[in-house]
C-alpha cells in the first residue's frame, strides 16, 4: 500500500450570526435567533443575502447537531440517551422550529429584492422556497412528528436482529455472508435461519408500514392532495419529471433490461449445475471459487479505499484519509447496530460521516466506494455560499456514489491482487448494475401501489409485492417453500420506512454514471474533471444541466436505455 500524504484537518468555521457556543439543545435556546431574523429589516439585496448566510448558518448549525444524534441512534439502537435525545428533537424542537421556519420561507418569497438575486445562482433555490411555502400546513406538524418517531422505530427494530449459528450470535449482516459459501447445504440452512428471525417481526414491521402509509396519506390530504404520491413528488422538488414519467421508466426497464436479467440468471443456473435456482444461490460464485474477499478487517478496508481513490486523483484519496483522522468512519457489523450504510453530511465542519456493516465481503468495497463517493461529494460542496446551495436532489448525489463505483474499478487490484479474482469482481458488478435498474423499478411500482391503495390491507400489500417480484426478478428463481419470506422481504428496504419514493433516483443516476464510465473509458482526465465541476455545482443548477455538466443526459427514454445497456454489455463480454 502506498503512504499517505499528511492532510490537513478541517475546522468549523468561525460563526458570525450564533454564539461559537451555540448547541440547540432545546428550543428555548433556538428561538431567539428565529426572531432576529423574523424581525430584521431587509432594504437591500446586499441585506438579503446577508440574511440569507444568517439563515444558512442557523440551518447548518441546527441541521449538524440533529444529524450526530441520529449518528448516535443508527450506531447502538440500544443507546437509551441517543432514543431519548432524538425523540426530544422531534417532540419539542422540531414542530416549533418547523413553524418558524416557514415564517421565514414566506418572508423570503415575499420580499421584494429577490428579484434581484442572480437567477444562475439562486433559480433552484427560490424555485424549491416557494414550493414548501406552497406545500405547508401547521396543521401537518402533529402528523409529521409522530411520523418521524414511528420512522424511528424500523431502525430499532431491525438492529435487535440476530440469530445463531454453529454457536456464534450474528447480526443478519454477518449471516448473510454464507449465500456466498460454495457449500449449498450450508447455504440453505442460514438462509432458512435467517427466515425465521426476519419473520418473527413480520407483523411488527407490517403494523409500523400501516401507520406509516396512514400518516402520510393524512398529510398529503390536508395538504390539499388527492393521494401522497402528488405530494411526494411537489416535496422532493421533483421539477423535472412526472409521476407518468416513472411508470413509463417501468415499462422501458421491463422491456429492455430484463431480457437480460432472465438471460444472466439462466446463465447462472447452467453454470452451477442446478435444475432449479433457489433465493440461497443468488450470490455465489458461479466459478464454484470461494467468495471474493477484498480485505480481512474494516482497518484494511479503509486503507485500500484511501490508495485506490488516490490512484484516481489524488483529492478523492485524501477525503478518506481525513475521515479516517477524525474517526468519521463506522464500518463493522455488530450486534445494536441498524442495517443499511450511508454518507452523513455535518454541515458545520464538512466532514461527513459514513456508516456501514462490513463483514468482509465484496460486497463491502462496493459500499465503502460507494458512500466515498458520497463523502467527496460533501466535500466538494462544502464552500458553497448557503445551505440550500449543498441541498442536492437524489438524482444528483446517487451519480456522485455510482459515478465512483464505476471509475475506481480501474483500481480495483489493490484490493484483488489475482487477475482472475479481479476479473470475477468487476464482471459481478457490472451484471449487479442490470440489476439494480430493475430493482429500483421494483421498488418504485410497489410504492405507486402502497399510495394509490393507502387503506390496503397487510394480505394485499403482500400478494402485491409477490406478483411485482415476480415482474421485476429472473423468471427461473424456485420460489418453492420461500413464499412467506419473499411476500415480506419489502421489509428488507429502509427507504420505504424512513425515506419514501426515494428508490427511482438510484435507477436515474446509475444510467448518468454508465454515461460517465463511457466517457472515463476514453477520456479519464476530461471524466474526472466532469465529476469534480459537476458536484461542485450542488444544487445551483437543474438536474438536466448537472448531467449536461457531467458529459451524461438526463434521459430515461427506451433508446438511450437500451444505448447505454448495449455499451455496459460489450463490457461485461470483453470480462
Not at 96 to 102: G, I, L, R, T, W
Request: net charge negative; glycine share 4%; hydrophobic share 35%.
Amino acid at each position: 500500500m502506498s503512504e499517505v500524504a499528511a492532510v490537513e484537518i478541517p475546522k468549523r468555521k468561525q460563526r458570525i450570526f450564533l454564539s461559537e457556543d451555540f448547541e440547540p439543545v432545546s428550543w428555548e435556546i433556538t428561538e431567539p435567533y428565529y426572531n432576529n431574523l423574523q424581525s430584521r429589516e431587509i432594504n437591500s439585496v446586499a441585506d438579503l443575502r446577508k440574511w440569507l448566510r444568517d439563515s444558512s448558518e442557523l440551518d447548518g448549525a441546527l441541521s449538524e447537531h440533529g444529524r450526530w444524534i441520529y449518528v448516535r441512534t443508527t450506531i447502538d439502537t440500544s443507546d437509551e440517551k441517543a432514543k431519548a435525545d432524538l425523540i426530544n428533537l422531534y417532540a419539542n424542537v422540531y414542530p416549533k422550529m418547523s413553524v418558524a421556519d416557514q415564517q421565514l420561507k414566506q418572508k423570503f418569497v415575499d420580499c421584494p429584492f429577490v428579484e434581484e438575486l442572480d437567477p444562475n445562482l439562486f433559480f433552484t433555490t427560490i424555485r424549491r422556497i416557494k414550493k414548501s411555502v406552497a406545500l405547508f400546513r401547521e396543521e401537518n406538524i402533529p402528523l409529521t412528528t409522530e411520523m418521524q418517531v414511528k420512522q424511528n422505530g424500523y431502525d430499532q427494530l431491525m438492529g435487535a436482529q440476530s440469530m445463531h449459528y454453529k454457536g456464534n450470535e450474528l447480526t443478519i449482516k454477518q449471516a448473510e455472508s454464507f449465500m456466498r459459501s460454495t457449500n449449498r447445504a450450508e447455504r440453505e440452512e442460514v438462509f432458512k435461519l435467517i427466515t425465521e428471525r426476519k419473520l418473527q417481526d413480520a407483523d411488527k414491521l407490517d403494523d409500523l408500514l400501516s401507520d406509516l402509509i396512514r400518516l402520510r396519506h393524512q398529510i398529503a390530504l390536508t395538504a390539499g392532495f388527492e393521494n401522497y404520491i402528488e405530494f411526494r413528488f411537489e416535496e422532493l422538488g421533483r421539477f423535472d419529471y412526472t409521476p407518468a414519467d416513472c411508470l413509463q421508466f417501468h415499462e422501458s426497464v421491463e422491456e429492455v433490461i430484463m431480457p437480460l436479467v432472465h438471460q444472466l440468471s439462466e446463465e447462472r443456473k447452467k453454470l452451477l449445475g442446478y435444475e432449479s435456482l433457489k433465493l440461497w444461490d443468488k450470490e455465489v460464485d458461479t466459478s464454484g471459487k470461494p467468495a471474493l474477499k477484498p480485505c480481512n478487517n474494516t482497518d484494511e478496508l479503509i486503507q485500500k479505499t484511501i490508495d485506490c481513490f488516490n490512484h484516481l486523483d489524488p483529492y478523492f484519496g485524501e477525503r478518506i484519509e481525513i475521515m479516517k483522522q477524525m474517526k468519521y468512519l463506522d464500518l463493522d457489523s455488530r450486534m445494536h447496530k441498524s442495517n443499511g450504510g450511508y454518507n452523513m453530511g455535518m454541515d458545520e465542519i464538512g466532514v461527513p460521516f459514513i456508516f456501514m456493516n462490513s463483514t468482509n465481503s465484496e460486497q463491502d468495497l462496493i459500499i465503502m466506494v460507494h458512500e466515498g463517493g458520497h463523502a467527496v461529494h460533501t466535500f466538494l460542496t462544502h464552500d458553497l455560499e448557503l445551505q440550500v446551495f449543498k441541498a442536492t436532489t437524489s438524482e444528483v448525489a446517487e451519480v456522485a456514489s455510482m459515478g465512483m463505483e464505476l471509475m475506481t474499478m480501474q483500481h480495483w487490484d489493490i484490493f484483488y491482487a489475482d487477475t482472475d479474482d479481479l476479473k470475477r469482481a468487476r464482471k459481478n458488478h457490472l451484471q449487479y448494475i442490470l440489476g439494480v435498474l430493475s430493482k429500483t423499478c421494483l421498488g418504485d411500482a410497489f410504492q405507486f401501489w402502497l399510495y394509490n391503495n393507502p387503506t390496503h390491507t397487510k394480505e394485499e400489500r403482500r400478494a402485491k409485492w409477490f406478483e411485482l417480484v415476480k415482474k421485476f426478478t429472473a423468471a427461473n428463481i424456485d420460489w418453492t417453500g420461500s413464499e412467506d419470506f419473499q411476500e415480506t422481504s419489502y421489509q428488507n428496504i429502509l427507504h420505504f420506512y424512513i425515506v419514501p419514493f426515494y428508490y427511482i433516483e438510484y435507477a436515474f443516476a446509475e444510467l448518468g454514471s454508465i454515461a460517465l464510465w463511457r466517457l472515463f473509458i476514453n477520456d479519464r482526465k476530461t471524466a474526472i474533471a466532469n465529476y469534480k465541476k459537476a458536484l461542485q455545482l450542488g444544487y445551483t443548477k437543474s438536474i438536466p444541466v448537472f448531467y449536461e455538466t457531467l458529459g451524461a443526459k438526463f434521459d430515461f427514454s427506451k433508446p438511450y436505455i437500451t444505448e447505454l445497456t448495449t455499451f455496459l454489455q460489450k463490457q461485461i463480454s470483453e470480462l
